[in-house]
């Protein structure tokens, strides 16, 4: 099942997410729309408007109908066929997503046909994005990959129910929750690179490798990381004194504390509490 969509390590995975479109279009399908077990190395999204047709994702056949979302995931056998006349009209894009070296699809499995419930907003942000495709304009490269975040985000609202992590990314959840689980339960205290490697019995050269992969960062990057989250919200929800706080996650010398909150916020602890951020 999806892991809880509060814990810090897949907040650190989705921080490193990287969105390229790379076509969107709305159209009508010809009676030549037809293409039998290729895999491509990128995801599709259809927003089914008018007609029916047939599509196969894996060994899974469907018949999408007007009101569905329809998604093809990169890496996977597919096959798509008219099967009458009466042709899809939909809006369509072709994205990569991915985190690090995996494909985020790669990480979570989302089902291939929902039924969409908010369809004024999906064809007002595929509208966008086609039209922004259709832009030459360099900054309409930006805006492109913002939408196309919005539609991602949409899509995983939609399904968020039946959304499930993959079984082959299930030691790597397993890993990054004792992770994640010894990193919170140590904030207050010194924790090296070895420490930690021991704890989820990995060589250090290899977690340093595993969370540059992952998180794009050191292992002692993300624990940093992990303690500014930590402070920003005990200031935010304590009247604990800059000191404490300093003191809960790890600092024992307030100075060093605040340099640090101040690199990392672009503001002093004091700062942060009196803005209310």
């Not at 899509?155 to 959840?173: H, K, N, Y």
């Not at 010194?190 to 060589?203: F, G, M, S, W």
């Not at 005990?234 to 605040?258: C, I, P, Q, W």
Request: charged content about 25%.
């Amino acid at each position: 099942m999806l892991p809880d969509d509060r814990s810090a390590y897949l907040s650190e995975l989705l921080r490193n997410l990287k969105v390229q479109p790379i076509d969107a279009y709305y159209t009508r399908c010809t009676s030549h729309w037809r293409e039998l077990d290729y895999v491509p190395d990128y995801n599709k999204l259809y927003y089914i408007c008018e007609g029916e047709g047939w599509v196969k994702i894996g060994n899974a056949e469907y018949s999408p109908k007007p009101g569905q979302l329809v998604f093809m995931p990169a890496n996977v056998q597919q096959s798509y066929s008219v099967i009458s006349d009466n042709t899809y009209e939909k809006y369509w894009c072709h994205f990569t997503a991915t985190i690090g070296e995996l494909d985020l699809f790669q990480w979570f499995d989302v089902p291939h046909c929902i039924d969409a419930r908010q369809h004024e907003k999906w064809k007002a942000l595929f509208e966008e994005l086609a039209a922004l495709h259709a832009d030459g304009a360099f900054l309409s490269r930006i805006r492109e990959k913002a939408v196309m975040l919005e539609l991602l985000s949409l899509l995983l609202t939609e399904a968020a129910t039946e959304i499930r992590v993959l079984p082959g990314r299930s030691s790597d959840v397993q890993r990054l929750d004792l992770i994640e689980r010894y990193i919170e339960e140590h904030l207050a205290e010194p924790v090296t690179l070895e420490q930690l490697a021991k704890h989820v019995h990995l060589h250090p050269n290899y977690l340093v490798r595993y969370f540059n992969k992952q998180f794009a960062v050191s292992p002692l990057k993300y624990l940093n990381r992990r303690r500014m989250q930590k402070a920003r919200e005990l200031l935010r929800s304590t009247s604990l004194s800059v000191k404490e706080v300093a003191e809960r996650v790890g600092y024992a010398d307030t100075n060093h504390f605040a340099k640090a909150f101040r690199r990392e916020n672009s503001c002093s602890p004091t700062e942060y509490r009196l803005r209310g951020l």
